[in-house]
């Protein structure tokens, strides 16, 4: 039974450039949050979706950022036009419907050069 | 702001012994309450979650405590082992909202 997925693991852009990162839930899972952890820092949330909708948005940069989980293949969080300050860990979380729990993917280290 | 916080920043603990790692939140919206374990370049691993009409639960070595009087939350684990040895977070979720409101982790040291 596999987990959450994530790719890539790692991604290095340089800035200016835009980076994308792919999520697929586990399976029976048709809700999807991303996070973002700063190093030696906690994860704070940036978006929460399900198949086909923006739920809550809230912690999501104003600009550059947008998130997808479409009908079909996995969630996608874009990053335009990345900074240095992008740099960070995104990990995806997944849960099936009516649970609070999430499960969390590997993450993806973005390194912004 | 609310927040959840941790009141030890790292943690060591000799093999064999117990840990007891604690939180505190601000929130008494909070309803939900979950533990995870960070590995070293790995994403955060499910150990345990308790809800706010309970007081206690346990786990497979490991016991959540929540005081709701106090805000405080804390983790146990019995018998410590070295692949313990991780950052452990606490995080809370309101009953109205969808995130994980994490605290910034405390790094569990076994030694031998």
């Known amino acids: 039974n596999a987990g959450v997925m994530q790719n890539p693991r790692h991604l290095v852009r340089r800035r200016g450039q835009e980076a994308r990162l792919r999520c697929s839930p586990m399976k029976g899972h048709s809700h999807v949050y991303w996070y973002r952890q700063l190093p030696e820092e906690g994860l704070k949330f940036m978006v929460y979706?399900?198949?086909?909708?923006?739920?809550?948005e809230s912690g999501m940069p104003k600009e550059r950022f947008s998130a997808e989980f479409p009908k079909e293949g996995p969630s996608i969080l874009r990053i335009q036009q990345v900074v240095r300050g992008d740099s960070a860990a995104y990990f995806c979380?997944?849960?099936?419907?009516?649970?609070?729990?999430?499960?969390f993917g590997p993450g993806t280290r973005l390194t912004v050069l | 702001g609310e927040s959840v916080g941790l009141h030890l920043p790292t943690l060591s603990v000799q093999e064999g012994d117990n840990s007891i790692i604690n939180c505190a939140y601000s929130n008494s919206a909070s309803d939900y309450f979950i533990w995870y374990k960070q590995e070293s370049g790995k994403g955060p691993q499910f150990i345990i979650d308790i809800r706010s009409n309970m007081d206690k639960r346990q786990g497979q070595r490991v016991t959540v405590l929540l005081n709701k009087t106090v805000k405080h939350l804390s983790l146990q684990i019995a018998a410590t082992q070295p692949g313990d040895s991780a950052v452990y977070f606490c995080?809370?979720?309101?009953?109205?909202?969808?995130?994980?409101?994490f605290g910034k982790g405390t790094s569990l040291l076994v030694t031998p």
């Open positions: 979706l399900q198949k086909e909708n923006i739920i809550d």
């Open positions: 979380a997944s849960s099936p419907p009516i649970t609070d729990t999430q499960y």
């Open positions: 995080a809370e979720k309101r009953n109205s909202g969808y995130a994980l409101n």
